[in-house]
């Protein structure tokens, strides 16, 4: 995937999770089913920055960025900040 897609990817995931920050912020608060896809999307955000920051640092060594990998939800979400 290259890098505008994942950047266009990014931007539909942080316009559903504004709308969902929005809609909680009117009185009503979220629904289980819109706190699951709110916890859903911060995965896959991660995700998705992890895989244009791998390509990035490619790219910047002089590596072929397309060589840059995908990975689970599992090993981005214990990643130490």
């Known amino acids: 995937m290259a890098d505008l897609d994942l950047v266009r990817q990014i931007n539909v995931l942080s316009s559903e999770e504004e709308q969902l920050y929005a809609s909680a912020s009117q009185g009503d608060?979220?629904?289980?089913?819109?706190?699951?896809?709110l916890d859903a999307i911060r995965v896959e955000l991660d995700r998705v920055y992890d895989l244009l920051h791998q390509r990035q640092a490619r790219a910047a060594a002089g590596m072929n960025p397309d060589d840059a990998e995908e990975r689970s939800a599992e090993v981005v979400?214990?990643?130490q900040q």
């Open 29 to 37: 608060g979220l629904s289980a089913e819109q706190v699951a896809r």
């Open 77 to 79: 979400e214990r990643y």
